[in-house]
Every structure is written in C-alpha cells, then in structure tokens.
C-alpha cells in the first residue's frame, strides 16, 4: 500500500475552536492565546490494489487560484481527485469534514469535492453533529451527507470489501471512530483523535478537549501494546514531526 499524508498545514487552536495558520520556522507559539495547542492537520490518501482511499478531508481550504489545498496535494503526487474511490470519515468535527464539498460560488451550490466516491460516514456521528452545530461541527460543509445516493451511513463496527475495518470508539465525540486497513501483511490504523500524535501513545494522557478523556487514554494504551506486538503502521493526523509511524 502506498501512504500519501495530505497536509494542510500547521495551525494552532484554543477553546474558541478557531484554527489559526501557524508557521513552524517564524511564528511563536508563546504569543498565542494561553492553552493554545499546536496541531498539523493531515489527512491521508492510501493507494490499495483496488482503491483510493481518503481518510478524513482536512478544513477544506483552498489554494490562491480556488483549488483545494487536498486537491493539490493530490495532484501534486500524480492522483487525480476525480479518481478516489473512497473517503472514509472518522468523525465530523470541522477540521476532518471541511473537504467534504466545496461550492461551486457561481451556482450557489454545494458538490462533493470528490464525485466519484462512496463516502463512509457513522450515522448517529452525522445526526448528532447535524444538531450540534457550531463551533465544533460546520454543518454547512457536511449536510450534503445527508441526501445522496453515494454515501454509506455505517452504524456501530464492522468491515468494508473484506480489508477495511471500522469501530466506533467514541473518546474523542460521541460516535468517534477509527479504520484499519489490512493487505497483503500491512496493517495500517488511522486513530483520528484518540490517537492523533505519537507523543500521546507513550504517555498517560487525558485531554481536557476530548468528550471522554480517560477513555482516549485507556484505548491509547491498549492499541500501543497492540501495535508492538503485530507491528501496526499508525497514521497520525494531527501529528507536527511524524504522520506515519512503524511500530
């Protein structure tokens, strides 16, 4: 399998759930708002023998000339968007949902930005987001979900074509969940937000930020374990240093 990490960039956030651009060689963390936490935002494209497959879609934000900043990435490593065949969500928290469409500003209307993919979403995640709402979740991004014929609603754990698993953790939000992904010997785990970086895997960490911390913690250590053992590569989303990670 070949991992592509999608990067949008570094970006700091605080409790008001703003996602500020944050440049790694000038900028100064000290001089953000007291409790601001430094994050990539990383979502990651994997090349399988059948598929391309996205994992979560980033904030959505586009380029100088109007083109998203997933896309390019996409592009600028031979993928054309036109051709995923999947995009697998976690959770719909802004900065995983904002690239699931984009409007087209002439039309006044919203299109999934990527057409040929069957979109898999957890469906109390998109019911309780839907009523939730700001600051955490852009419903205005992610509401397309609702009413079109190439989306999957997937409901507690399960498996996708015989090699992609999903479970519903919660931790992180309510309905929170993770995919594994296995061919040919790899076993690949995307963690989202319970296991968002690689630091918080080798320590007992509870994070204020998450709707169940003990749990996040408590999931952390027993797929770290795991991990040694079967010897996972992780994908990390919100990692600054390292996306992918061979344990």
């Not at 955490?136 to 509401?143: C, I, N």
């Not at 076993?187 to 918080?200: I, K, W």
Request: hydrophobic share 40%; net charge negative.
């Amino acid at each position: 399998m070949q991992i592509i990490p999608l990067s949008e960039g570094a970006f700091t956030i605080d409790k008001t759930k703003q996602f500020i651009p944050f440049n790694k060689a000038t900028d100064d963390l000290q001089q953000r708002s007291i409790g601001s936490l430094l994050v990539e935002v990383q979502p990651f494209c994997i090349v399988t023998k059948n598929d391309i497959l996205v994992i979560d879609t980033g904030l959505g934000f586009s380029n100088r000339d109007g083109t998203l900043q997933i896309h390019q990435n996409l592009l600028d490593k031979g993928i054309n968007p036109m051709d995923v065949t999947k995009v697998l969500m976690s959770h719909l928290h802004k900065d995983h949902s904002g690239g699931i469409s984009k409007e087209d500003k002439v039309l006044q209307q919203k299109f999934f930005s990527f057409p040929a993919a069957t979109y898999y979403v957890n469906k109390d995640e998109f019911d309780f987001a839907m009523e939730k709402g700001k600051p955490s979740f852009s419903p205005d991004e992610f509401s397309i979900l609702g009413d079109a014929d190439k989306v999957i609603f997937t409901k507690g754990n399960g498996i996708i074509d015989d090699y992609i698993k999903y479970e519903v953790t919660g931790g992180h939000s309510p309905f929170h969940q993770v995919f594994t992904i296995e061919e040919d010997g790899e076993h690949l785990f995307f963690g989202a937000d319970v296991a968002p970086q690689l630091s918080q895997m080798k320590s007992r960490f509870i994070a204020k930020y998450d709707f169940d911390g003990k749990l996040c913690m408590e999931l952390r250590q027993q797929w770290w374990q795991q991990a040694q053992e079967e010897h996972w590569t992780f994908l990390f989303y919100h990692d600054i240093a390292t996306p992918v990670f061979v344990a």
